[in-house]
């Protein structure tokens, strides 16, 4: 009652503004109706419009208009108004029939209206004048494009991915999301589990399914098992242009469930992969693939259970994978093991001797390795099991055990109370348990369970033809656990510590399981974060109302998410077992510095209890699509947003005021005071700890942004009919800020975090070193100025935009084929970098001298979540695309692309987070603007069906005699299927082990330093084409420079200007039906991901101080680029 006392109110206000300027009653109508209605979020409907006309071409006013779902047979009736046009809104996806008539037309039957999610379906009907002969004229639907919408979708099927050779069935997991790459427009990092659409990163998307946010609240990313199973996904919708203001991002993943109907209909499926059928990776040691043994099962099936009024759909699925993971590291040869470095050919100095003093023969002598180093290396570093001393190629290669074994149901329920108003409610439940290797078989196996709970219920009330009311609520948990050790046990990392004997570690770490981060440059590391527990909690609240007046479609409303994110605390890998880096700068070698117990850097931690955080998060808008003319539509809106700060419930939040002379910290409240470490305090010194109150600053540490107005605007014009469209549009959009920027102020003050960096002493030893690294250690009182700030937030800082533009021709080409050409572009501003506060400035009299005049000189590194860096994209499109019709269809897109930013940091091999990376120089962050790794310059991407024709269905071998009925069930009901993938290369950085320090600031401590190009460099660094191999892939690294110490600057390459391995694949699926009857048939499949095998390679060693710069261990693993992979398929469907 309270939603149609609303509507009520609102009829009445329009009618009183209907004199006024659009835009004008667009702003004051949308202010109303946020007071009236709690939220709003994005529909899952369609519309299907179109205009009414006679033979003539005049328009026909009120005529009758009714479409009827074919599967639920619910019916909707609307009348022309006085331009001829009809419109059906709040629709949902599926197949229609349109009836239209009017006194004096014969009546007009359109049948095979196929609407999608969230689509614009033109229905134009031409009446004839009425005669005694013919009282039904029967039409077909043909829309070969989209001609009434700005934005630009690619929308498929559940059938449509089902003939998809993506395998993803029984891979290691059979969640849908490796489908959605392979879609025009959006690209993929280099592990596949990150996707940019628009040339976005992976934070500036969002993703629905039925309405309801799928997106990590904790990552802000798309949570890939939260997918409902593909049995039970009717569509998925990749919107990447010109989103309206409905839409909360640049790019949007929209996934609509599949509904019962009046028939039942329903499957059985079975997907096996296993090892015997696939390639041997090119990297793998033994002959032949590796053992897999993959089966995925389930069913699936719906049916009315009222007919016409009450559907059900329900489907389960299993996964049960078991393979043997692909081990590839470096370790220490035996010879280095026991200080035996011969092999080496740069002299290895004593930093213990008179300065030039070596070793002689490069033998370092069994009582200079410390004693603890020795006992490290027996308890966490496995023997290399390649002969010899080469470290330039894995040495150690193995083939060991992981598991990845899931259950998965969905069930959705449907209920037509009239025709006017129904619901559906939707819930899915998903656990996944994983188990694999870690990349030290040392330290056992890493095991993770991860749940995915979500619900979804959905209230459409149609009030009359012209005003439709939506209500939806729903939730989506994503709870997440890790544990890792032998065994399955958690590795006992405090009893490690002990038995190597690490002094100034706490007596009392985290029960969790954990090990020591040792790290050696050109070595494999034993990082790894300790176990822990997340929670991700979206609770949402939606409405939606959609009025229509004579040319205008309005839509209003708002969106309200209740937002919960859990975690542990964690600052780097080692933790309170602590972290120990190793890069050459005593010896002039990294594993001689290990050996000799003399690190670069050492870090230790005092971690907290886990944190709850909680953020409310609220939008509004108001969206018209205005048909001008028949030819021209224009869609312009704009959207508010609010992004509370979280809150954390266990007062673990801290944020620094670097305003204040020598910096102060500040807490929520007094409560949150009282919870200060001793540690901490002690370890600041002087520096304040004081309340926002005190501060004068909100308790969540950070403003709220209020000023998030944006507008969107688009056209769609029809110059030539429905042959042509010349679409574009421009708006501005709001990056969702989520969990990994509120995790930054978390656990500071309750915590106690030390950087030690390694300096001479007087007598210029090493001062840090085995087994007392870090000097006086916790649990006593350190040194002022050992503390880190990890991390705080810009306290004023506004929420990133971007803004987005583009300009499309799209053409019927006729044969149900259509030509699409679209230039985009994007600008990003004010992302998040996290920058060091306490850097000091490029100097000449080196980091020991001029750490003396740091802004905070009682911190170490103070470390920020700052606004300040950016992104821009431009793109240019082309895409054929046949729609299926007589047994074939395809689309074929190529994409040209130019991304360049500052928000990966130094170094990235993928996309930035939403939390930014560290720069090189936080006083220049132009520094790091290059190519963004990921975003490929060239991508070809084609996808294609063919229904071969022969037999069922066929105008061949029709079904008459006993042998043509033989031939028919051998030679008919084939499909065969395909995807071509041809793209370049990511883009690539060199960077140095940080033995020296050019610009006097540190920065190996923070971020990776760069090199200077040698004379005569050409092409960046790049080999021709013809020259590149797995051996080097780039020019020899004695074309890049070490820069030496304290000269003022940063290494002069600059980010991205590399170019790895591009990748290649043919990837193809045969499917054979065998009908019993017209509805129920068997259907056998085989898959061939990377069909001919086409050997793709990783990416290559990119450290030019380490022996295997530019060398590939490994292939993609990405979009299939690894080996062929087989999977075969049995379904019986009716």
């Known amino acids: 009652m309270r939603y149609q006392h609303v509507l009520v109110t609102l009829r009445s206000y329009v009618r009183r503004s209907l004199p006024m300027p659009v835009f004008r009653r667009l702003a004051l109508f949308s202010v109303l109706f946020t007071a009236a209605l709690p939220a709003f979020a994005q529909s899952t409907f369609g519309e299907i419009r179109g205009v009414i006309t006679d033979a003539s071409g005049a328009v026909i006013a009120n005529a009758k208009v009714e479409a009827k779902s074919i599967l639920t047979v619910e019916a909707r009736k609307a009348v022309s108004d006085s331009s001829g046009n009809y419109s059906f809104v709040n629709l949902d996806a599926g197949a229609y029939e349109i009836t239209i008539e009017s006194a004096g037309f014969r009546k007009n039957q359109v049948q095979g209206v196929i609407l999608r999610a969230r689509e614009i379906v033109r229905v134009d009907v031409r009446l004839d004048v009425a005669s005694a002969a013919t009282e039904v004229q029967v039409t077909t639907a043909r829309q070969v494009i989209q001609t009434d919408s700005a934005t630009i979708v690619d929308s498929k099927t559940s059938a449509q991915i089902d003939k998809l050779p993506v395998n993803f069935r029984a891979g290691g997991s059979n969640s849908i999301f490796s489908a959605i790459s392979f879609t025009p427009g959006v690209q993929t990092d280099s592990g596949g589990g990150s996707i940019s659409i628009a040339g976005g990163m992976p934070f500036q998307a969002t993703a629905t399914i039925d309405g309801i946010s799928s997106i990590n609240v904790r990552s802000n990313g798309i949570i890939n098992e939260m997918f409902p199973s593909a049995d039970a996904i009717d569509e998925i919708k990749v919107s990447s242009v010109s989103n309206n203001a409905e839409f909360a991002q640049i790019g949007d993943v929209t996934t609509t469930s599949k509904a019962g109907s009046n028939q039942f209909h329903g499957a059985a499926f079975w997907y096996h992969q296993n090892g015997a059928f696939d390639a041997r990776d090119f990297f793998s040691s033994r002959i032949g693939a590796p053992f897999k043994v993959s089966n995925d099962f389930g069913l699936s099936g719906g049916g009315p259970v009222r007919k016409n009024k009450t559907f059900l759909f329900g489907s389960w699925e299993a996964l049960r994978f078991h393979v043997a993971s692909q081990i590839n590291q470096i370790v220490p040869p035996d010879n280095y093991r026991t200080g035996n470095l011969s092999s080496v050919s740069a002299a290895i ?50 083939q060991l055990p992981a598991v990845n074994e899931n259950n998965q149901y969905d069930i959705r329920g449907d209920h037509t109370f009239s025709e006017k108003q129904n619901l559906f409610v939707r819930y899915s439940n998903k656990d996944v348990v994983s188990r694999g290797p870690l990349a030290l078989p040392t330290l056992g196996d890493t095991r993770n369970r991860t749940g995915s709970h979500a619900l979804t219920a959905a209230y459409n009330f149609v009030v009359k033809t012209s005003l439709v009311n939506e209500f939806r609520a729903g939730f989506a948990d994503r709870p997440f656990t890790n544990d890792f050790g032998p065994g399955g046990t958690s590795l006992d990392g405090p009893s490690i510590v002990k038995t190597i004997g690490i002094q100034g570690i706490r007596p009392d770490p985290p029960k969790a399981a954990s090990v020591p981060d040792f790290g050696i440059t050109g070595f494999a ?17 939606t409405d939606n109302v959609t009025w229509t007046h004579n040319r205008h479609t309005f839509k209003f409303g708002a969106d309200l998410k209740i937002l919960r994110a859990t975690d542990n605390i964690s600052f780097f890998s080692g933790d309170d077992l602590g972290e120990y880096r190793f890069n050459g700068m005593w010896s002039g070698n990294p594993f001689a510095d290990f050996l000799l117990g003399f690190p670069q850097r050492t870090r230790l931690a005092n971690t907290s209890p886990d944190i709850n955080g909680s953020a409310k998060h609220f939008a509004v808008f108001a969206q018209d699509d205005w048909k001008i003319t028949q030819k021209l539509t224009l869609n312009y809106g704009v959207r508010w947003e609010v992004q509370q700060p979280f809150w954390d419930k266990t007062l673990q939040l801290a944020n620094f005021d670097r305003d204040f002379p020598g910096g102060r910290v500040i807490v929520p409240n007094a409560a949150s005071l009282a919870l200060t470490s001793p540690q901490f305090k002690q370890s600041i010194g002087t520096t304040p700890i004081i309340t926002a109150a005190d501060a004068g600053i909100p308790d969540r540490l950070r403003y709220t942004d209020r000023n998030n107005f944006l507008p969107r605007v688009g056209f769609a014009y029809r110059p030539f009919g429905n042959k042509t469209v010349i679409r574009g549009g421009y708006g501005i959009y709001a990056v969702t800020i989520l969990g990994a920027v509120f995790y930054s102020l978390t656990g500071i003050h309750t915590s106690d975090t030390r950087t030690y960096d390694n300096f001479r002493n007087a007598d210029n030893t090493p001062a840090l070193r085995f087994p007392a690294p870090f000097g006086s250690g916790l649990g006593a009182i350190s040194a002022v100025g050992t503390a880190d700030f990890r991390r705080g937030n810009q306290i004023d800082g506004p929420v990133p935009s971007a803004q987005q533009w583009n300009f499309t021709i799209e053409r019927d080409l006729g044969f149900n084929t259509s030509l699409r050409l679209t230039y985009q572009g994007s600008h990003s501003i004010k992302l998040y970098s996290s920058p060091d ?43 054929v695309n046949k729609r299926f019709s007589r047994g074939l269809g395809f689309q074929s897109s190529w994409a040209w692309s130019k991304n360049l930013s500052n928000a990966t940091g130094s170094n990235s091999t993928g996309f930035a987070s939403e939390a930014g990376s560290v720069p090189t120089d936080r006083f220049n962050l132009g520094l790091d603007y290059g190519n963004v790794s990921s975003t490929r310059r060239h991508r070809w991407l084609t996808v294609a069906n063919w229904e071969i024709p022969f037999g069922h269905g066929s105008k061949s071998l029709t079904t008459g005699s006993a042998g043509q009925r033989v031939a028919s069930a051998a030679l008919g009901g084939w499909e065969l299927s395909g995807i071509f993938l041809a793209q370049t290369g990511p883009f690539l950085t060199p960077i140095t082990n940080g033995s020296t320090d050019p610009s006097g600031t540190n920065v190996d401590a923070r971020a990776n330093n760069r090199p200077d190009y040698a004379a005569g460099v050409t092409d960046y660094g790049n080999l021709p084409k013809g020259q590149r191999n797995i051996n080097g892939w780039f020019v020899d690294r004695s074309q890049f420079l070490l820069p030496p110490s304290n000269i003022g600057r940063f290494g002069l390459v600059g980010p991205g200007q590399l170019i790895g391995p591009g990748t290649a694949t043919l990837s193809s699926k045969l499917q054979k039906r065998f009908f019993f009857t017209e509805s129920v048939f068997l259907q056998l499949e085989g898959s061939f991901t990377n069909l001919l095998n086409h050997a793709n390679f990783g990416i290559p060693a990119q450290n030019i101080s380490a022996a295997n710069f530019g060398r590939i261990i490994s292939t993609q693993g990405a979009e299939f680029g690894s080996g062929r992979t087989i999977q075969v398929g049995l379904r019986l469907a009716f």
């Not at 034993?526 to 979206?538: D, F, M, P, V």
């Not at 103070?862 to 994209?873: E, F, I, L, M, W």
């Open 349 to 398: 100095r004593d930093p213990l001797g008179a300065t030039g003093t070596v070793f002689p023969g490069n033998i370092i002598p069994a009582n200079r390795i410390a004693p603890s180093i020795a006992k490290t290396l027996e308890l966490l570093y496995p023997r290399a099991n390649v002969a010899g001393d080469s470290i330039a190629n894995p040495n150690l290669r193995l």
């Open 525 to 541: 590391g034993t990082a790894k974060t300790r176990g822990y527990t997340q929670l991700s909690r979206n609770i949402q609240f």
């Open 837 to 879: 506060l306490n850097q000091v400035k490029p100097n000449t009299i080196g980091y020991q001298q001029a750490r003396l005049n740091r802004p905070y000189p009682n911190w170490a590194i103070v470390y920020s979540r700052d606004n300040g860096v950016s992104s821009k994209y431009n793109a240019f499109l082309m895409e």
